[in-house]
């Protein structure tokens, strides 16, 4: 029986049964946890929950497992692979105590790599409900994670971006204008990838040989990926596809991830997959996750969690399988889940820090759909304050509308404005690049050349007639 929680606040007394309820009642609000019907019923219960919460001690999160061990891989894979040693130095704390912990200059980024394997999600959900933004910034800005496959991702100072190309009919040469519309502004370093429009293995194959084929002609020191099913994938790698990185969508528990159609032992089996083919030449990171608040709850999987503890259990997923890149899809599920720009700015912050804090490489796509209330504004001041809170990736679409998902995000120029204001740099081997091909007349301040490059250029001049007006 699950122990409930409570406490007396005047004459007033509150009752949480279980930890479960506790935490859903000490998020703050938003519109996914109001239509599940967790969300506490006035902002004095969610302010007396979070003072409950504060004084949890942490030890309680492995011993109150939220999903019960025997119904859910996930849950299982968090406990079997949780760091005793690691958490030996937090264990006597509160969450309250974790709190002013990760805040103080003792919690530096070494101390925080080493803790990483004794934090749970549900301890790093737990302590970002107690912080105002700031206080996620400050800490995701500490949390270093750095990976590598072609390049090197998530070196401090740095900003990269996912070129991602979309084209509502998977025309080739509408995806290669993308590109290189792309490469001139400077963006693609994280990787160029694709949702493709026609989901199968053949087109995904398709797909990917096009990229390929780009980076090898330009030598471009990135990856590429097709975001098909992971069994496409796999199919493609038996097919000998040049396959970079495996995409999946992933959630926080076994229920949502078997919607998707696949669970812990098909990511398995497509990250050994994925590592024979030996890619990579700066690092063998061979993974692409995405995620969101609201997939459990859309799929009825979420067990009666808020979504945004749903979402961090999904970072246990990422983890165990050491991607190169883990991307919230902060306002694509829509309005019901994050109802306006404010939800969706502090989910974003949310998600970023509880994945730096758990060692995973968080970027953001900062997005919103056409029925939610938000504007482009909104994305402007949550890509900023991502860029200051140490963001590994965003990304970079043509115009900021993705013309086959029918959403809005960031554009290549909207990466190439956090950089400059911010004083970000790309990946160091696609900075060297950059400057090689000359895509900027100063590569450090970002300044765009008045020409084509050179080698775009005579790629340009030898295009057939029609092809050329297409482009």
Known sequence: MAQTYH???????????????????????????????????????????????????????LNEALIPYEQDEITRLIIDEHDVDAFAPLKHLTVGDFRNWLLSDHATSDVLAAA????????????????????????AKKCHVTTA???????????????????PTDDVTGIAASIL?????????????????TDNVAQSIKLMRLMDDVIQKYEIPTQSCVLTHVTNTLEAIEQGAPVDLVFQSIGGTEATNR????????????????????????????????????????????HGLDQQTCEARAYAVARKFNPLLVNTVVGFIGPEYLYDGKEITRAGL?????????????????CYTNHAEADQNDMDNLLTLLGVAGCSFVMGIPGSDDIMLNYQTTS???????????????APEFEQWLAK?????????????????????????HLPKEAARDV
Not at 437 to 460: E, G, H, K, R, T
């Open 7 to 61: 406490t007396t606040v005047g004459s007033r007394r509150y009752r949480f049964n279980g930890l479960a309820e506790l935490m859903a009642k000490a998020t703050p609000p938003r519109s996914g946890d109001r239509l599940a019907g967790v969300i506490a019923q006035s902002a004095e219960e969610r302010v007396v929950a979070q003072m409950v919460l504060a004084e949890l001690p942490l030890c309680t999160f």
């Open 116 to 139: 990483r394997p004794g934090i749970t999600p549900e301890m790093a959900a737990a302590v970002s409900k107690l912080m105002r933004n700031q206080d996620l910034m400050l800490v």
């Open 149 to 167: 496959f072609r390049n090197t991702i998530g070196l401090p100072g740095r900003l990269s971006t996912r070129l991602q190309p979309n084209h």
């Open 181 to 197: 519309d792309g490469l001139l502004y400077g963006s693609g370093d994280a990787v160029i990838g694709i949702n493709p429009a």
């Open 259 to 302: 919607s998707f159609g696949f669970d812990l032992s098909t990511l398995a089996e497509a990250e050994a997959a994925a590592q024979t083919l030996n890619r990579g030449t700066v690092g063998r990171n061979v993974m692409y996750f995405e995620t969101g608040q609201g997939s459990s709850l859309s799929a009825d999987a979420h």
């Open 350 to 366: 949310e998600d970023h820090f509880c994945g730096k804090l758990l060692g995973v490489p968080m970027g953001c796509d900062v």
């Open 412 to 426: 290549f120029h909207d990466a190439l404005y956090a950089r400059r204001v911010l004083g970000l740099k790309a």
């Open 437 to 461: 091909m000359q895509i900027f007349q100063d590569v450090a301040s970002y300044q765009l050349n008045d020409q084509l490059p050179a080698a775009f250029a005579n790629s340009l001049r």
